[in-house]
């Protein structure tokens, strides 16, 4: 296709992404290095009978014009950055000074807001991404034997927690973990404790959260490896029989490693959503005890007081994640596609 | 897999056969408890005494008269407005459909047949925008839209999630497109079509498979939005997801949460006819990015 053609075809989708994708990154970029003003300050001397005393005021008419007419606020160079509701880098200092093990300083840092919410992120990314997969597949070779008149009611039922509106799905779930809701009166019922609650305690919420990406994630990696199952070759399969593998050796050493491609697929997929993960905290309203990157800066996005600074600064930090999170799987199809030219 | 080698012990056929089972009621469940509790008072749906009472309805009865009642919907759709969420909904998520397929045909037909080392680098770029999360993108519009007085307009919500789709809906395209054979258009170039032409009246009717599939999935994404709907829209404008949300910010009140109940199964029923009449056109959508690696 000439170059002529190839633009005038690509140029819609094209100037959609650079102008609401792209152009969004310079903002972010360009907001993060600005604060919003300050109050603008006048002292008033006010004299009374007693004498006149100096008072300082806010001028809010001045500070409004001030606002007003440089909306994005002034310079404030990398000082977003590493003050303390991002990487915090004096308070970390200070923490790495006075504290003498390993495990208080990451105590003390695990407290600062963005340390925080990177903490849940990655945990949320490292254990969901894993067990996505491990029971994706378990779930396709379980419905892989089943008669094929059971396969389609089967697939679904399955397709609904991943179909479902994240913040739908997670409110469902929320109701009925609640303490008066199916589940949660179940559970202090079973443990005879009435004062057993799953949003009381970080660690079960953190775990009630994992619960959840699994829960919506797990068909996605089914139906994939579902479909990866019809493809496995026959032949291989029987010559590994007569070879005298069992049934456990046929899954190994053929059916997984036809399977990998795939797996790598849903890894990726998965390590990009899971990373952004946000609708979760908001419907199971967790905040209190898990935060993750996205939910900061929609906190910060959504206050009385939108702190734009704020929520731009650590969405930098976000994207700079995004990218090393990205890069050896840019790298590798990077080296791919030369060696192909080649 | 051929049949001998699905020949295997009992115990095993058992043994996958309740995982299974067991699966599907962990997926199926929470729904289906949900649907049935929306059609009762909160004093049952959320029963500390009882779990019993969420199915029978003994509160039901006395609060209604009778053991179903049709009060948290009317409380919805009626009292706080909610089918007027449910306009906008429709509203945001047909034109975004629309109008990146539009978009994303003629894109990803270009990416398919050009062999330019560009057209890579612009997947690639896709791939890395489709891993942005939507939040830091949102943080980048709002104070230029603020500015420009765009901020709150559904024509502003509905062209950011058209941008937001393009990367995931010019990968899927552009690999559907890839299954078309390329002789298919040049034959019709040689025969007086130009490249529009080709893919107009040629190549589009055959890739009504793709597109629809690719349609289905920009759907899902436009309406399960929350990130972009819930920060860009005013009160009067939002869409459903957000409005659920803010249900859930007015809670306290007796009753009020099974507005959000009711609420959020409305939302949900979509979704489940979706599946009832697409289920293999989503199947093979999911599939259809992983074979292509």
Redesign the interface.
Same mark, same amino acid.
């Given at each position: 296709?000439p170059?002529r053609?190839?633009l005038w075809?690509?140029l819609?989708?094209?100037s959609?992404?650079i102008?609401?994708?792209?152009?969004?990154?310079?903002?972010?970029v360009i907001?993060s290095l600005h604060v919003e003003h300050e109050q603008v300050l006048v002292t008033v001397e006010t004299c009374g009978p007693f004498g006149c005393t100096n008072e300082t005021r806010v001028d809010t008419e001045a500070t409004a014009a001030l606002r007003e007419a440089q909306?994005?606020g002034r310079f404030n160079g990398l000082g977003t950055y590493v003050n303390r509701a991002h990487l915090a880098t004096a308070e970390l200092s200070a923490a790495w000074r006075t504290t003498d093990s390993l495990g208080a300083f990451l105590g003390q840092a695990l407290n600062l807001p963005f340390y925080k919410a990177l903490a849940f992120t990655l945990a949320y990314t490292a254990v969901v991404t894993p067990l996505v997969l491990v029971l994706g597949l378990?779930?396709a070779?379980?419905?892989?034997?089943?008669p094929r008149l059971l396969r /389609?009611p089967?697939?679904?039922?399955?397709?609904?927690?991943m179909?479902?509106?994240?913040?739908?799905g997670s409110?469902?779930?929320f &109701?009925?973990v609640?303490?008066? /809701?199916?589940i949660g009166?179940?559970m202090q019922r079973l443990f005879d404790d009435p004062d057993l609650s799953l949003k009381a305690s970080p660690a079960l919420t953190w775990a009630m959260l994992f619960v959840y990406g699994v &829960?919506h994630s797990?068909?996605?990696a089914f139906?994939?490896f579902y479909? /990866?199952?019809q493809t496995?070759p026959?032949e291989t399969?029987?010559a590994a029989?007569i070879d005298g593998a069992n049934?456990w050796e046929?899954v190994r050493y053929v059916v997984i490693p036809h399977l990998m491609?795939?797996a790598v697929?849903?890894t990726l997929m998965q390590l990009?959503d899971n990373?952004?993960v946000?609708?979760p905290i908001? /419907?199971f309203?967790a905040q209190a005890s898990a935060t993750s990157?996205?939910y900061i800066?929609?906190s910060?996005?959504?206050g009385d007081t939108?702190q734009?600074g704020s929520?731009?600064a650590t969405?930098v930090l976000?994207?700079i994640g995004?990218?090393i999170?990205?890069a050896p799987?840019?790298l590798r199809? &990077?080296r791919d596609?030369n060696r192909k030219r080649a | 897999m051929t049949a001998s080698s699905l020949r295997r012990s009992p115990a095993l056929a058992v043994i996958s056969m309740v995982l299974v089972a067991l699966w599907v009621i962990l997926a199926a469940f929470p729904f289906i408890w949900t649907l049935w509790g929306s059609f009762k008072v909160q004093g049952d749906f959320f029963s500390r005494a009882d779990w019993m009472n969420a199915l029978t309805g003994p509160l039901t009865v006395k609060q209604t008269g009778a053991s179903i009642t049709g009060q948290g919907y009317f409380g919805a759709w009626i009292e706080s407005g909610f089918w007027r969420n449910v306009m906008n909904t429709g509203i945001v998520v047909t034109c975004t459909v629309v109008i990146s397929l539009t978009l994303g045909t003629l894109g990803g037909y270009a990416l398919a047949r050009s062999g330019f080392r560009y057209a890579f680098w612009i997947l690639m770029i896709a791939l890395v925008f489709r891993a942005m999360p939507h939040i830091t993108l949102v943080s980048g519009y709002l104070m230029p839209f603020f500015q420009w007085n765009l901020w709150g307009h559904l024509p502003t919500a509905i062209i950011v999630l058209v941008a937001i789709n393009q990367p995931f809906t010019l990968w899927m395209l552009h690999s559907f497109f890839l299954n078309i054979p390329k002789d298919l258009d040049e034959s019709a170039m040689v025969d007086g079509c130009t490249r529009f032409q080709a893919f107009r009246h040629v190549i589009m009717p055959v890739m009504w498979p793709g597109v629809i599939t690719t349609g289905l999935f920009s759907f899902l994404l436009a309406y399960n939005d929350f990130a972009v709907t819930a920060m860009l829209l005013t009160q009067d404008n939002q869409t459903m997801v957000p409005r659920i949300a803010s249900f859930l910010g007015s809670v306290q009140q007796e009753g009020n949460v099974m507005f959000a109940v009711a609420a959020v199964v409305s939302a949900t029923a979509p979704l489940f006819v979706l599946i009832l009449f697409f289920q293999r056109q989503i199947v093979s959508g999911l599939t259809a990015g992983a074979v292509k690696g």
């Open positions: 296709m170059h053609t190839f075809f690509i819609p989708s094209l959609a992404m102008l609401f994708i792209a152009l969004p990154i310079v903002s972010v907001q909306p994005l378990a779930i070779l379980g419905v892989n034997a089943l /389609g089967t697939i679904f039922f399955s397709l609904l927690p179909i479902v509106t994240p913040l739908i409110l469902v779930l &109701w009925m609640d303490a008066n /809701g199916v009166a179940g &829960w797990a068909p996605f139906i994939v479909a /990866g199952l496995v026959g399969l029987e029989m049934r046929r491609p795939l697929f849903v990009m990373f952004r946000f609708e908001v /419907g309203q990157l996205s800066i929609y910060d996005l959504r939108q734009f929520a731009a969405s976000t994207i995004v990218a999170l990205l799987v840019l199809t &990077w596609f | -």
